[in-house]
């Protein structure tokens, strides 16, 4: 029986395809002992079929918590929904670890929660043999780190430089949603787009005044309006004006 932690959601009616990579990222797996095979949710083969069936849709969510799983299946996941032409949107939704934070570099836009986080490392195997096959095995695994680490590089743009990288990747590092913004690694933070833009009114507003009291012509008021006075002192200076000038 299919686990049911990744679900595929198609809204034909609005031309969306919701993606939810709730597990280990892994391909098939066959029994031991009696060869039945359990296809797997969030293998490359599973979601081609998804993506296959979806080739008019114009817009892909895809939803992540994750603490990673196969680079092989990750990385062919990577690169069938960076061939999609539908506009693509990856939202964290908790963790997106190791090869789970490779898939969403696919996406046109990376949306993390205030409170989610990825965590970034080099890539890591298992090795048997003698020294010629284990020396084999570091190159190798070399040669696959560096093919997803460009994953990272080509979406950050100038915001991380490959050493930047590399010094985050040796220390297995965790990041915060603050962090991945300034690296590059997503667009958009959930729940500051109200502060960005109440903001960014304050500031318009503040700048408007000034300018409006920089270039406002200054109003003088006549002395003998400053005081106000009362209707009989009117009446009195009229009174006072009309005797002067009779001669």
Not at 79 to 96: E, P, S, V
Not at 107 to 124: E, K, P, S, W
């Given at each position: 029986?299919?686990?049911?932690?990744f679900?595929?959601?198609?809204?034909?009616?609005?031309?969306?395809?919701?993606?939810?990579?709730?597990?280990?990222v892994?391909?098939?797996?066959?029994?031991?002992?009696?060869?039945?095979?359990?296809?797997s949710?969030?293998?490359?083969?599973?979601?081609?079929?998804?993506?296959?069936?979806?080739?008019?849709?114009?817009?892909?969510?895809?939803?992540?918590?994750?603490?990673?799983?196969?680079?092989?299946?990750?990385?062919?996941?990577?690169?069938?929904?960076?061939?999609?032409t539908?506009?693509?949107?990856?939202?964290?939704d908790g963790?997106?670890?190791?090869?789970?934070?490779?898939?969403?570099?696919?996406?046109?836009?990376?949306?993390?929660?205030?409170?989610?986080?990825?965590?970034?490392?080099?890539?890591?195997?298992?090795?048997?043999?003698?020294?010629?096959?284990?020396?084999?095995?570091?190159?190798?695994?070399?040669?696959?780190?560096?093919?997803s680490?460009?994953?990272?590089?080509?979406?950050a743009?100038?915001?991380?430089?490959?050493?930047?990288?590399?010094?985050?990747l040796?220390?297995?590092?965790?990041l915060?949603a603050?962090?991945?913004?300034?690296?590059?690694?997503?667009?958009r933070?959930?729940?500051?787009?109200?502060?960005?833009?109440?903001?960014?009114?304050?500031?318009?507003?503040?700048?408007?005044?000034?300018?409006?009291?920089?270039?406002?012509?200054?109003?003088?008021?006549p002395?003998?309006?400053?005081?106000?006075?009362?209707?009989?002192?009117?009446?009195?200076?009229?009174?006072?004006?009309?005797?002067?000038?009779?001669?």
């Amino acid at each position: 029986m299919a686990k049911t932690n990744f679900l595929i959601k198609q809204m034909a009616e609005i031309g969306t395809l919701d993606l939810y990579i709730y597990d280990d990222v892994e391909g098939d797996k066959t029994n031991f002992w009696t060869d039945e095979v359990t296809e797997s949710e969030t293998s490359a083969k599973y979601m081609q079929a998804q993506l296959e069936n979806a080739k008019n849709i114009k817009n892909i969510n895809l939803y992540i918590n994750s603490y990673g799983g196969s680079v092989k299946e990750g990385l062919a996941i990577y690169n069938q929904l960076k061939r999609h032409t539908a506009h693509k949107t990856a939202y964290i939704d908790g963790f997106a670890c190791s090869i789970a934070s490779v898939i969403p570099m696919a996406c046109d836009d990376i949306i993390m929660g205030t409170n989610t986080l990825m965590m970034i490392h080099h890539a890591a195997m298992g090795a048997w043999g003698n020294a010629t096959e284990l020396r084999k095995a570091a190159n190798d695994v070399e040669v696959i780190d560096n093919a997803s680490c460009s994953s990272y590089l080509q979406k950050a743009g100038v915001k991380l430089t490959a050493e930047t990288l590399k010094a985050l990747l040796d220390e297995q590092t965790w990041l915060s949603a603050e962090q991945c913004l300034q690296y590059g690694l997503c667009d958009r933070i959930t729940g500051q787009e109200d502060k960005t833009i109440t903001e960014a009114k304050q500031r318009f507003n503040a700048a408007m005044k000034f300018e409006v009291e920089q270039n406002e012509p200054v109003l003088k008021v006549p002395e003998e309006l400053i005081v106000q006075k009362t209707n009989f002192e009117k009446l009195m200076m009229a009174f006072k004006n009309k005797n002067s000038e009779v001669k």
